[in-house]
């Protein structure tokens, strides 16, 4: 596994800064959340105006750019919102795969007026699949997130299991299944190998999951990071473990040159643990069961 942030946790960056830091701090990856305040990434100079420049920036500081977030969904009933959606999500796509960015990243999105939770995940799984070849095509992975109404490992493992392509991949946020008290020992066996980028954040929850206390630094919450990171090891698991630190959100939280030195070693250590050997005998399980017959 790699360790990589987005940049929720700096919306004040540059992206030369956001680069720099990066490998600073000894993060492998960066994932592209917001870039000088703005949210939408398919116009901005700093990435579509010379690609290759960007790509050159990024291979000669040794850090990966690993995605493309957007906001974008596929839940809406009016089909010209959802062929707008969909126009914007190739044109991200197309954005990737020129600055050789594998991962694009999507929410799921909300039940409408009138849904079942089966009709409102079939008709999103419906659009994810028209989508799947293309994205295929260039080389590029579209991540679904859970979030908003579909938050559940459950919903996740519908999609991409409805898609069945491997265009199409979870994106999955600890702290927002700790919402829905999905925890890891559930959620990440049930995803499995759909499971393409992991968010990584900290935060209290109490036995109801609600958020008490704001986001923690890593390690200091009750998000079961280090547990999440066994499992996704046992998983054989090799992708991204991005830190999110929600700061675009959130002024008051501490800023970035503060928490994402901490993240790094945190991460770094779990991952640096040797892998405890799990099995199901107790004590020596060489030893004999049942005793020898007689003669």
């Known amino acids: 596994m790699k360790i990589g942030f987005s940049t929720l946790a700096c919306p004040g960056w540059d992206l030369k800064t956001i680069i ?3 490998a600073e701090y000894g993060y492998s990856g960066v994932e592209i959340r917001g870039l000088g305040g703005k949210l939408d990434l398919s116009g901005l100079p700093e990435l579509a105006a010379n ?3 960007t790509r050159h920036m990024f291979a000669a500081a040794e850090v990966d750019l690993v995605c493309l977030s957007t906001s974008l969904t596929f839940d809406s009933k009016d089909k010209k919102t959802v062929a707008r959606n969909r126009e914007e999500l190739c044109a991200y796509i197309d954005l990737a795969s020129r600055l050789g960015c594998p991962f694009v990243r999507m929410f799921p999105g909300e039940k409408q007026r009138g849904d079942t939770r089966e009709s409102a995940l079939a008709r999103i799984g419906m659009e994810l699949a028209k989508i ?3 994205a295929g095509e260039k080389r590029v ?3 679904v997130q859970n979030a908003g109404d579909f938050a559940n490992s459950a919903d996740l493992w519908y999609l991409c299991d409805y898609v069945s392509h491997p265009g199409v991949k979870a994106c ?3 702290a ?5 008290l999905d925890r890891p020992t559930v959620a990440l066996p049930r995803l499995g190998h759909k499971i393409g980028m992991v968010h990584v954040c900290d935060a209290e929850f109490d036995e109801h999951g609600f958020m008490r206390g704001g986001y923690r630094m890593l390690g200091e919450g009750t998000t079961e990071v280090a ?3 066994e499992l996704l090891r046992g998983l054989a698991y090799s992708g991204y473990l991005i830190f999110e630190w929600p700061r675009l959100w959130d002024a008051t939280l501490a800023d970035a040159d503060s ?16 892998q405890a050997i799990l099995t199901a005998y107790k004590g020596d399980k060489k030893k004999p069961i049942f005793k020898a017959f007689p003669g």
Do not use: D, G, H
């Open 132 to 134: 799947a070849p293309y």
């Open 227 to 229: 547990r999440a990171i």
């Open 141 to 143: 992975t579209v991540l």
């Open 20 to 22: 720099a830091k990066a």
């Open 172 to 174: 999955w946020n600890l």
């Open 176 to 180: 927002t299944a700790m919402l829905q």
């Open 259 to 274: 928490v994402l030195p901490q993240a790094a070693a945190y991460l770094n250590e779990r991952l640096a643990e040797k």
């Open 51 to 53: 690609p290759e420049s």
